[in-house]
């Protein structure tokens, strides 16, 4: 079965510019998750989802930053006016259901650059 | 909120040499545990968990790990490496009311043949 898919795999971008990242999590996991990983850093939670509605979405940095679901499956990360400091590796992970004992299964990221 | 922290940012050892990687905890309430794997050129994979019970749990690969509730400790462990467990090895946790996983920094393990 197919895992967790993200694209594009690498995005270039200049900063100031809009980007959009996408997430395909695993069929029928109805809950879904953002993180981004800096250089030399671990995953650091953004938000999650559970079905559509945004969840938690404590993590995201600050107003640039936005995230849809619309559907229930398909999720995109939105993010405005990029800045340098944007860049890093942006995961997507699903599980079944929402919650500490569900396994998440994380996608290949998103390998996001600003110039 | 948690925090995890990973003690060893660069692990190098020989084929056969054991492993152990350090991890700590600081969070007042009950946590599940969880070892992930990153692979060269693969995405992070589950290694594995704790949730209750057992201490010591096994993991695949030979990987086993120990949770030491009074050392908010859970450190990952294989009497014997590879060369194939070349990889960055994450800590997480998550507490038992909320959602999101809490990594650590990682450790990169460099197995020489």
């Known amino acids: 079965g197919a895992g967790v898919s993200q694209t594009p795999s690498n995005k270039v971008t200049e900063k100031g510019k809009y980007v959009e990242l996408r997430c395909d999590p695993i069929?029928?996991?109805?809950?879904l998750y953002w993180y981004r990983q800096s250089l030399g850093q671990g995953p650091e939670f953004l938000i999650y989802?559970?079905?559509?509605?945004?969840?938690?979405d404590s993590g995201l940095p600050n107003d640039r930053f936005f995230a849809v679901r619309p559907e229930g499956s398909v999720s995109t990360l939105k993010i405005q006016r990029t800045e340098r400091g944007d860049s890093a590796v942006y995961l997507c992970?699903?599980?079944?259901?929402?919650?500490?004992?569900?396994?998440?299964?994380f996608g290949p990221g998103t390998r996001l650059t600003v110039l | 909120a948690q925090s995890v922290s990973q003690h060893n940012h660069h692990v190098i050892l020989s084929e056969a040499a054991s492993l152990e990687l350090g991890c700590n905890y600081s969070?007042?309430?009950?946590?599940?545990l969880f070892w992930y794997v990153q692979y060269p050129g693969q995405h992070l994979q589950l290694l594995l968990k704790?949730?209750?019970?057992?201490?010591l749990v096994k993991g695949i690969k030979g990987f086993e790990a120990e949770f030491i509730k009074s050392k908010f400790s859970f450190n990952l462990r294989k009497p014997s490496v590879q060369w194939s467990d070349t990889a960055e090895y994450f800590c997480a946790v998550i507490a038992l009311n909320d959602y999101k996983l809490s990594f650590g920094a990682g450790t990169t393990v460099t197995v020489r043949a």
């Open positions: 989802f559970q079905g559509t509605g945004a969840a938690d």
């Open positions: 704790y949730f209750s019970g057992d201490p």
């Open positions: 069929s029928g996991h109805t809950a």
């Open positions: 969070y007042g309430g009950t946590v599940n």
């Open positions: 992970a699903s599980s079944p259901l929402l919650g500490p004992y569900n396994e998440q299964f």
